[in-house]
């Protein structure tokens, strides 16, 4: 006896017969997207290296335009747009 399925319908790859050993559950969850990106970030990938890197990066910032040619060059800037 065969299967007939409407013109067009698209068959989920769990019933293809190629993982037959899973569950359909099992399938749907080793295939969902979301349940790998939302696994925990452990070290300098997780919300530790965010923080570091931002204020890395703030402090970089607060430097570089803390310089006394860098604020002459921001001034000229201002001036050369407020008129």
């Known amino acids: ?3 007939s399925f409407p013109a067009g319908a698209k068959i989920s790859p769990s019933f293809t017969g190629r993982d037959i050993g899973m569950s359909k559950a099992e399938h749907i969850l080793s295939s969902n997207t979301r349940s790998i990106r939302s696994r925990r970030r452990s070290g300098f990938r ?3 290296g965010i923080v570091a890197l931002l204020a890395l990066t703030t402090l970089l910032l607060f430097v570089f335009f ?14 050369l747009i407020t008129g």
């Open 1 to 3: 006896m065969t299967r």
């Open 46 to 48: 997780g919300t530790r």
């Open 66 to 79: 803390t310089q006394p040619q860098m604020r002459e060059t921001v001034n000229a800037w201002i001036s």
